[in-house]
Structure formats: structure tokens, C-alpha cells
T-cell receptor, first 114, second 113 residues
Framework: DQQVKQNSPSLSVQEGRISILNCDYT??????FLWYKKYPAEGPTFLISISSIKDKNEDGRFTVFLNKSAKHLSLHIVPSQPGDSAVYFCAASGSNFGNEKLTFGTGTRLTIIP | GAVVSQHPSWVICKSGTSVKIECRSLDFQATTMFWYRQFPKQSLMLMAT?????????EQGVEKDKFLINHASLTLSTLTVTSAHPEDSSFYIC?????????FGPGTRLTVT
């Protein structure tokens, strides 16, 4: 049972344009969401997170949007740069003590075309 | 940001031997660390939650006698793969929790021949 889904396994975007990565979840107990970037043979790097009390969080070129009613979140990267090429994972957890383990999506491979 | 290291970064071992992987939080104390494995082109799968000073909590389907976890200090957790077999070959990654975020180590590539 895949509780966190990233339906696009890959995405190609022109350099300078906006990259939009999508993520859906099914477990209504999730109330904290994170995006990670991962290069091959390396551990994931934390990018940005959002609590369910918000619908938007912005950090530089990265913005995460959360639509609780649709159980959907997205990561916007603008402008996209060649160094952004990597696999992006969304992850979800509960914020209550004892419920903090992360459930990861299957990942989206983003390729930025120069 | 929080830095997590892993050692070794890669290891090759013979079938039937045991391998220990270390995970350290370098600039903070972590009461909770997590161990994941990742197969090629798949997502990260949580294996177990490691709690300092107590027994690890294993996910369903993970053999606790095969994957021994020890979290003896606030900066070190170890994963020992006992009697390794070729199907244990994978990429093992640890993470440490800081508030609600998890920071990951660089991973360990295990190859069992």
C-alpha cells in the first residue's frame, strides 16, 4: 500500500523555466511533509518542508504548496538550474511524538536541459 | 545544517560474513536515528528506528536477528548485517532526526559476493 505517491517517474525542464514536482498521499494522519533531493549513491539532502497548518512555504528558489483537501503537495523550483538535475522524493510523517517516521514517495527524476 | 556521516561508504564481503555500518551525528545529539535501504530505482524503505539506550523498533518484514541495531550513544548508531547473503546487497542509509526533519548520511553500498 503506497501511502505517498509520485506519479511522474521523470520530468525534463528547460533551464530557466519552472519545474513542478507533484506528490499525493492517502493517510490523513500525515501532517508534516518534506522534500528531499538525491544524487546517485548519496544520501538524500533535505530541501524544504511544510506543516499541515500552512498551505505554502518558500525558501529561495523552492516553494512547496500543500492542498490538504486534495491530499496533494507540489514542489516548485524557479528558475530551474542544471544543478537541480537529481531524483526528488517527497516524504510525509506525523508530528506527534512516536509518529515521526518518514514515508517516502517513489521519486521523480528531474532533468534540467541547458 | 545537521551533518550525519556513515562508515564505510562501500563494502564488499563474502556470503556468510557479517558487516557493521556506523552512523554518526557530527554536530548534534540524536536520540533517534533511522535505518533505510534502497534498491536500484526504488524508494527508500525504512528498516528500523534506533533509539538511544533502548531496543530498536523494526518495520514489518525486517528480520531483527539479521539486522542488528545498536544505539549506544547520542551520536552513534550501528547496523550489523549478520550472515550476509547476496540478496542483502543494497544501499543502506541512516538518518538522524532534528525536530521534525531528518538528515541523512551519505549511504553505504554493500555488495555481498
Amino acid at each position: 500500500d503506497q501511502q505517498v505517491k509520485q506519479n511522474s517517474p521523470s520530468l525534463s525542464v528547460q533551464e530557466g523555466r519552472i519545474s513542478i514536482l507533484n506528490c499525493d498521499y492517502t493517510n490523513s494522519m500525515f501532517d508534516y511533509f518534506l522534500w528531499y533531493k538525491k544524487y546517485p549513491a548519496e544520501g538524500p539532502t533535505f530541501l524544504i518542508s511544510i506543516s499541515s497548518i500552512k498551505d505554502k512555504n518558500e525558501d529561495g528558489r523552492f516553494t512547496v504548496f500543500l492542498n490538504k483537501s486534495a491530499k496533494h503537495l507540489s514542489l516548485h523550483i524557479v528558475p530551474s538550474q542544471p544543478g537541480d538535475s537529481a531524483v526528488y522524493f517527497c516524504a510525509a510523517s506525523g508530528s506527534n511524538f512516536g509518529n515521526e517516521k518518514l514515508t517516502f514517495g517513489t521519486g521523480t527524476r528531474l532533468t534540467i536541459i541547458p | 545544517g545537521a551533518v550525519v556521516s556513515q562508515h564505510p561508504s562501500w563494502v564488499i564481503c563474502k556470503s556468510g560474513t557479517s558487516v557493521k555500518i556506523e552512523c554518526r551525528s557530527l554536530d548534534f545529539q540524536a536520540t533517534t536515528m533511522f535505518w533505510y535501504r534502497q534498491f536500484p530505482k526504488q524508494s527508500l524503505m525504512l528498516m528500523a528506528t534506533s533509539n538511544e539506550g533502548s531496543k530498536a523498533t523494526y518495520e514489518q518484514g525486517v528480520e531483527k536477528d539479521k539486522f542488528l541495531i545498536n544505539h549506544a550513544s547520542l551520536t552513534l548508531s550501528t547496523l550489523t548485517v549478520t550472515s550476509a547473503h547476496p540478496e542483502d546487497s543494497s544501499f543502506y542509509i541512516c538518518s538522524a532526526r532534528v525536530q521534525l526533519e531528518q538528515y541523512f548520511g551519505p549511504g553505504t553500498r554493500l555488495t555481498v559476493t
